[in-house]
């Protein structure tokens, strides 16, 4: 028998992702510990797990995979193919709809470039108080993204508009804003992009609490502080308009205590998200409920109850590190909509996480 981790290697799945196909009843170990609760799997298991990781790779449901591996192993070799073929047909006639909305929406991008240039090119020059710079960028710099195919996320925007400095950074699943007051140069208004590794360069800079000089010039963004000075280009992409992203609807608002609900989502019951990518990754999901006097409780599964919003508990942890208050508001709205975590004392940062949604 081969245990999770080797079927792991050999499968191309990862052990998360075998965990979830486990709960999930799709892919069932042939035998789990009773004392340490490993899994061990036979052989033949291993075609399974194979032809498991190939179904992901090209997006079948899991309704559909369940059908296919109950089929293969119940040699009905009509059914696989017919349930092959039909998602096939899905990803073409998909795929062909999507060439027809892209090939609408090109020449509305072009205009909309073009109508953002100014923006990037405006000369801006601002002084803003180090620590609250500082604080600004330790507050966004968790929510940048990585992902090489949406390079406009891969680092922190500076929206510099008269006397107001705001940061945002974005990975998709999670937004952070931040805000520093700033005083120099008024009326314009410039938005451009700072790789990820010049905000941190600009971070380090940010010893003292002194005021420092921002300048934006084209696409070329410098930061002096006394005799030191961090400069470097800009992403020469344009950011998404967070403003409209982060228009929430009211929701229902909890105080909670962060370092006991740390611990709580430390310790706490974890479920895993269903497998994503081609590599067949998960990620630790916590389900959250408030109560009606205003309580968080981890939860240790997720239902259909309305109450309930399941998040990437990682990305929940950051955030509350990124608050930097022993204090936080968590807003709730409905289970679709982002989870806001707010500081009591400062409405202007915050950050949002996208819900995840539970297979069940």
Excluded at 73 to 79: F, I, P, S
Excluded at 119 to 145: H, K, Q, Y
Aim: net charge negative.
């Amino acid at each position: 028998m081969q245990s999770i981790g080797e079927l792991a290697r050999d499968s191309g799945l990862s052990v998360s992702a075998l965990r979830f196909y486990d709960r999930a009843g799709v892919l069932v170990p042939a035998w789990v510990d009773p004392v340490s609760g490993y899994r061990w799997y036979e052989p033949e298991q291993l075609e399974e797990a194979r032809l498991l990781a190939r179904l992901r790779r090209v997006a079948m449901p899991l309704a559909d995979i369940r059908l296919v591996l109950a089929g293969w192993a119940g040699a009905d070799t009509d059914l696989v193919r017919k349930l092959l073929q039909a998602h096939l047909r899905r990803l073409e006639l998909g795929l062909a709809d999507a060439r027809s909305e892209f090939s609408t929406l090109r020449p509305l991008l072009d205009r909309k470039e073009n109508s953002m240039t100014s923006l990037r090119t405006a000369a801006v020059r601002l002084t803003v108080p180090a620590p609250e710079l500082a604080a600004a960028l330790d507050a966004v710099r968790f929510a940048a993204g990585t992902d090489p195919e949406l390079p406009m996320l891969g680092g922190v925007l500076f929206d510099l508009d008269g006397e107001v400095l705001r940061l945002v950074a974005t990975d998709r699943y999670r937004m952070a804003v931040a805000r520093a007051g700033a005083a120099g140069q008024g009326g314009a208004r410039a938005q451009v992009i700072v790789p990820a590794p010049l905000a941190d360069a600009m971070r380090a800079l940010l010893s003292g609490e002194e005021p420092v000089d921002l300048a934006v010039d084209g696409d070329r963004v410098t930061l002096e502080s006394g005799d030191r000075q961090v400069a470097g280009q800009c992403l020469d992409h344009d950011f998404p308009d967070y403003r409209r992203l982060v228009r929430l609807p009211a929701g229902r608002r909890a105080v909670v205590n962060v370092p006991a609900f740390r611990q709580a989502l430390q310790t706490g019951p974890v479920r895993a998200s269903e497998p994503r990518g081609q590599d067949g990754a998960s990620s630790d999901l916590s389900v959250l409920k408030m109560a009606d006097d205003g309580t968080v409780t981890i939860c240790e599964d997720g239902d259909d109850d309305q109450s309930q919003v399941a998040v990437n508990r990682d990305f929940l942890l950051h955030a509350l590190a990124a608050g930097a208050r022993d204090q936080l508001v968590l807003e709730f709205g409905a289970p679709t909509a982002p989870v806001a975590i707010r500081r009591p004392d400062d409405e202007d940062t915050f950050s949002l996480l996208m819900p995840v949604r539970l297979e069940h």
